[in-house]
């Protein structure tokens, strides 16, 4: 089992730039989490799907930030534009049973001049 | 709405020494909570968890934990700590149903330095 497996692993593009984040999550998990950590405000969560279904994006700050879940195997975390104030390292988590736990990719650290 | 506090920012101990990092939760349900470490530029590992039954929990790594719901507390700890525990330390809460259907809550984290 690969695990979770984010691309990139880093990311540096320029403002206004559309930036895209990926995620395979873990085969036979049914539910896929996308993180942001800070040092201001530590790890939010931004989205989460359910079986490809998006349950819950109130965490989303903005509606430059968009997911995307097409099958079961992939994610995508889009922002458009970019700004500085996005940078941050961004983690997709995925859970066969949540209560469990949820196993975190490496993530992708996100750097917008 | 639930919320997890980690008092401590940074702890230092001495390498063979003994640790605990502290852990508050709110929640108004039972609780589904786990401690992960996070090592410099990577991923979050879960140490363990709890949801039921004994109040002590086995982790991996030597780590244990307790769950005191009198004091809504879930603190880790490890009898003896090694170089290779430097890290940083998350506590979370999991919300909705099965204890984390709604995702987890996380702390601001400890960061523990181990000195030699």
């Known amino acids: 089992d690969a695990g979770v497996i984010q691309s990139p692993r880093h990311e540096v593009t320029e403002m206004g730039q559309e930036v895209t984040l990926r995620c395979k999550p873990i085969s036979g998990h049914d539910y896929l989490f996308w993180y942001r950590q800070t040092m201001m405000r530590g790890l939010e969560l931004l989205i989460y799907?359910?079986?490809?279904?998006?349950?819950?994006d109130s965490g989303m700050p903005e509606d430059r930030f968009s997911a995307k879940m097409p099958n079961a195997s992939f994610s995508t975390l889009k922002i458009q534009p970019s700004e500085p104030r996005d940078s941050a390292v961004y983690f997709c988590?995925?859970?066969?049973?949540?209560?469990?736990?949820?196993?975190f990719g490496s993530g992708t650290r996100l750097t917008v001049v | 709405a639930q919320s997890v506090t980690q008092p401590d920012i940074h702890i230092t101990v001495s390498e063979g020494a003994s640790l605990e990092l502290r852990c508050n939760y709110s929640?108004?349900?039972?609780?589904?909570l786990f401690w992960y470490v996070q090592s410099p530029g990577q991923g979050l590992q879960l140490l363990l968890k709890y949801f039921s039954g004994d109040t002590l929990v086995q982790g991996i790594k030597g780590f244990e934990a307790e769950f005191k719901r009198s004091q809504s507390s879930f603190n880790l700890r490890k009898p003896s700590v090694h170089w290779s525990d430097a890290a940083e330390y998350f506590c979370?809460?999991?919300?909705?149903?099965?204890?984390?259907?709604?995702?987890?809550?996380f702390g601001k984290g400890t960061h523990l330095i181990i000195q030699p």
């Open positions: 799907f359910n079986n490809n279904v998006p349950i819950d």
């Open positions: 988590a995925s859970s066969f049973i949540p209560g469990y736990g949820y196993t």
């Open positions: 929640y108004g349900a039972t609780p589904y």
């Open positions: 979370a809460v999991g919300a909705g149903s099965g204890g984390g259907a709604d995702g987890l809550t």
